[in-house]
C-alpha cells in the first residue's frame, strides 16, 4: 500500500533555530501534499497545500515566511520551521494525495521548542 | 457553526461492544466521506471511504451515510482493545481535493 515516511518523528530544538520536518512517498508520486498542525485533543488543522514545482498555498493565519513549505519533487516536500519559539510545539502532519485518489498520512513530527 | 461537527468524547465501552461514531456536517457541497484511526502520537490512518448515501461494510467497520440529514457514522462491532485510539472523520466537495477533518472522537475499549 501507499506510504509517507515522515522524518524526524521527534525533535527537541533550541528556541531561536530552525527545523525541517521531510515527508517522502516512497511507493507513489504525491501530486499534492497537505501540511497540518494538531494540537493535544484536537483536529487537524491545515496549514498550506502545495504541489510539485509550484508555490504552496498557505490557509488563512499561518505565516509563510515562517512555515516554509518546499515540494522539489513528486515524492518529497519539506517543511521547515524557521526560528521557532515554544509556542510553535505541537504536532506536524503531513499527507499526500495520489493521482488515482485517495490521502495517505506520514506518521506525524512531534516537535517540541525550548 | 464549524462545517463538521464530532463530539469529542472520550466513548468508554467494554470488549465486545458495538460501538457508533458520529459526525455531522452543514456543507451540502461534501460528496466524499472518510473515516480515519489514529493511536496516539502516530499519523491517521484511512479505515473507510464512501461518497454515496448507504452503508459501507468492511470487516467489523461500517460506515453509514445519510446525506438527507447530513449524518455520517462509524459503527465497529466486537470491539477490541486495540481499537483504542481517536476516530477522525473527513469529508470533502466535489471538485475539490482538500478534506474537512472533525475533531475526532477518543475510543476506549476496557478489557
Known amino acids: 500500500g501507499a506510504v509517507v515516511s515522515q522524518h524526524p518523528s521527534w525533535v527537541i530544538c533550541k528556541s531561536g533555530t530552525s527545523v525541517k520536518i521531510e515527508c517522502r512517498s516512497l511507493d507513489f508520486q504525491a501530486t499534492t501534499m497537505f501540511w497540518y498542525r494538531q494540537f493535544p485533543k484536537q483536529s487537524l488543522m491545515l496549514m498550506a497545500t502545495?504541489?510539485?514545482?509550484?508555490?504552496?498555498?498557505?490557509e488563512q493565519g499561518v505565516e509563510k515566511d515562517k512555515f516554509l513549505i518546499n515540494h522539489a519533487s513528486l515524492t518529497l516536500s519539506t517543511l521547515t520551521v524557521t526560528s521557532a519559539h515554544p509556542e510553535d510545539s505541537s504536532f506536524y502532519i503531513c499527507s499526500a494525495s495520489r493521482r488515482e485518489g485517495g490521502y495517505t498520512f506520514g506518521s506525524g513530527t512531534r516537535l517540541t521548542v525550548v | 457553526q464549524k462545517e463538521v461537527e464530532q463530539d469529542p468524547g472520550p466513548l468508554s465501552v467494554p470488549e465486545g461492544a458495538i460501538v457508533s461514531l458520529n459526525c455531522t456536517y452543514s456543507n451540502s457541497a461534501f460528496q466524499y466521506f472518510m473515516w480515519y484511526r489514529q493511536y496516539s502520537r502516530k499519523g491517521p490512518e484511512l479505515l473507510m471511504y464512501t461518497y454515496s448515501s448507504g452503508n459501507k461494510e468492511d470487516g467489523r467497520f461500517t460506515a453509514q451515510v445519510d446525506k438527507s440529514s447530513k449524518y455520517i457514522s462509524l459503527f465497529i462491532r466486537d470491539s477490541q482493545p486495540s481499537d483504542s485510539a481517536t476516530y477522525l472523520c473527513?469529508?470533502?466537495?466535489?471538485?475539490?481535493?482538500?478534506?474537512?477533518f472533525g475533531r475526532g472522537t477518543s475510543l476506549i475499549v476496557h478489557p
Open positions: 502545495s504541489n510539485e514545482g509550484s508555490k504552496a498555498t498557505y
Open positions: 473527513a469529508m470533502i466537495e466535489g471538485g475539490s481535493y482538500i478534506p474537512t
